[in-house]
């Protein structure tokens, strides 16, 4: 039988957890994931370190780690993160928040890159317990703030950048990022959990139809609905292969629980070349795109589609400064390939809206 705990947000109880059954103690503060599943197990496996990582095993190696199943992994270190304010203890236990909260990390190399001198490091408190995603990566402390660095071949690195400065272009909410040493690296955009992050997952589960968590958004704010067409519209233009229920989400309060409104958009390494150039360059068969033309044909959702301008992805392509190699079959430079490639989608985007609106006018006209 699974020990009784208590979930904590800083040091506010929100749940405990008695018998394995979560007995909700702050219903506006809790994790929303316990809200809406009451499932400990499953949210401590969703903090937990993906086990597919060759880093990951190293490092619970180094760790001293006696069980290394996912509800273990995470509570290891207090199921604490980065970037909320929810951890987990014993219910007996006097442990504060002060003695949870990740303060530094040492196992940064061993997490990025498979450093073997980290084996002769003794055990400590680490965030890479709880650093969730598929590629190696680690969380470091510099002036003051965490930085999330990760590893990524040039097309991966070109991809994030690109997909950094074309959503600066439109506008659009994003995560910080750079380029480190040959890393990329991404600013914690909740300060230190000044805020919390919680994934789409927390509301919508594993869904995967667009009009369905358009319409679980939308059940809970306009604003969440509105940022979620946003993306998908964004991840159409940049051929983002690999949106997932747990790399977008949104921020609440830490006092109140109340939900902000969307986190920044993150987490683009699996776009446009980073699996090689597509064939389809003028986008006429493109999936992503007919998702989202389809979910602002079924939902009067009320985005209008941004302007963008060759000028505008040029600007994007000069700022990544990642030179890049022209593979023998490509008939032009990757720059070249990039700059058509999203332009054909925004191109093809707007004609098929173009096509709808006049189509619904005619419709209007013969019912007249």
């Given at each position: 039988m699974m020990e009784d705990y208590?979930?904590?947000?800083?040091?506010?109880?929100?749940?405990?957890?008695i018998d394995g059954n979560v007995l909700i103690m702050d219903d506006s503060r809790v994790p929303l994931y316990l809200k809406h599943h009451n499932n400990f197990e499953g949210w401590l496996r969703q903090r937990a370190i993906d086990d597919s990582r060759v880093n990951s095993r190293l490092l619970k190696k180094a760790l001293r780690l006696q069980k290394t199943d996912d509800v273990s992994t995470s509570l290891h270190f207090n199921a604490s993160t980065i970037t909320d304010t929810?951890?987990?203890k014993p219910a007996d236990s006097t442990l504060t928040y002060k003695n949870v909260k990740f303060?530094?990390?040492?196992?940064?190399?061993?997490?990025?890159?498979?450093?073997v001198n980290a084996f002769n490091q003794k055990p400590s408190r680490t965030p890479e317990l709880t650093n969730i995603g598929s590629f190696e990566k680690c969380w470091r402390?510099?002036?003051?703030?965490?930085?999330?660095?990760k590893v990524g071949s040039a097309e991966e690195r070109f991809t994030e950048m690109f997909a950094y400065y074309l959503a600066l272009e439109l506008n659009i909410p994003v995560a910080h990022y750079e380029l480190a040493n040959g890393f990329i690296r991404s600013k914690d955009f909740t300060n230190g959990a000044s805020v919390i992050y919680e994934p789409a997952a927390s509301i919508i589960g594993d869904r995967a139809n667009y009009l369905e968590i358009y319409d679980a958004f939308l059940n809970v704010s306009p604003r969440l609905a509105d940022a979620y067409v946003q993306m998908v519209y964004f991840d159409a233009l940049i051929f983002n292969m690999d949106r997932h229920n747990m790399n977008y989400g949104f921020l609440r309060d830490v006092a109140s629980g109340d939900i902000i409104g969307a986190a920044p958009l993150f987490d683009h390494n699996i776009a446009l070349i980073s699996r090689g150039y597509p064939m389809n360059i003028t986008r006429e068969n493109d999936l992503l795109i007919e998702d989202f033309i389809t979910l602002l044909q079924k939902r009067e959702t009320g985005y209008d589609i941004p302007a963008l301008t060759t000028t505008m992805v040029n600007q994007a392509i000069l700022r990544v400064e990642i030179d890049l190699e022209r593979p023998p079959k490509l008939p032009f430079s990757p720059c070249d390939f990039v700059r058509e490639f999203v332009m054909s989608g925004q191109r093809r985007i707007i004609r098929e809206l173009s096509q709808t609106y006049i189509k619904t006018e005619r419709e209007q006209e013969m019912e007249r």
């Open positions: 208590i979930i904590m947000s800083e040091d506010h109880i929100v749940a405990k957890v929810y951890w987990v303060k530094e990390n040492t196992f940064d190399h061993l997490a990025l890159t498979g450093d402390l510099e002036d003051g703030a965490w930085w999330l660095y």
